[in-house]
């Protein structure tokens, strides 16, 4: 596979976040982690930016897909890079160009018990965790800004 200089950045710079985040959701206690990370992910309101023009739309939609394929191919390499820890990564690394994502987080009951599923949303579109994830999954609604931690 031969990827373009763009590639290669944005799938070095993958592999350090969905690194970082795999550790960092390892270490953090998880009766911290629900409402802190609603608290910091899915606040869309403090976030993006509107995009009007063409070009700058082209330019969003290419960045998109490189951070898709980027954090697919780095969970590949990233020993437990669960759909959470790959809607994170993809968080950080679209807000950081500019362009406001949402992480969801659904759970359903199905022959096998309770499960859980983490995506990431740019508008109506699932972009990482599958196509359909928030139609199989009830959404959990997240957390405000607001509300306090514990």
């Known amino acids: 596979m031969h990827l373009s200089p763009s590639e290669r950045r944005t799938s070095l710079e993958a592999f350090v976040v969905v690194s970082a985040v795999r550790v960092l959701l390892s270490l953090v206690p998880n009766a911290w982690?629900?409402?802190a990370m609603w608290r910091y992910l899915a606040d869309n309101r403090i976030h993006g930016t509107t995009v009007a023009d063409s070009t700058l739309a082209e330019a969003k939609a290419k960045r998109v897909r490189e951070v898709r394929d980027a954090v697919y191919r780095a969970s590949l390499r990233v020993?437990?890079?669960?759909?959470?820890v790959q809607a994170i990564s993809g968080w950080i690394m679209l807000q950081r160009s500019g362009i406001r994502v949402v992480v969801r987080i659904g759970v359903q009951?199905?022959?096998?018990?309770?499960?859980?599923?983490?995506?990431?949303?740019?508008?109506?579109e699932t972009?990482?965790?599958?196509?359909?994830?928030?139609?199989?999954?009830?959404t959990l609604e997240p957390f405000q800004a607001t509300d306090r931690l514990g």
């Open 109 to 124: 009951k199905d022959s096998l018990g309770f499960s859980a599923h983490a995506w990431l949303n740019l508008g109506d």
């Open 127 to 138: 972009i990482i965790g599958g196509e359909g994830s928030g139609s199989r999954f009830s």
């Open 33 to 35: 982690t629900p409402k």
């Open 79 to 84: 020993p437990k890079a669960t759909c959470l």
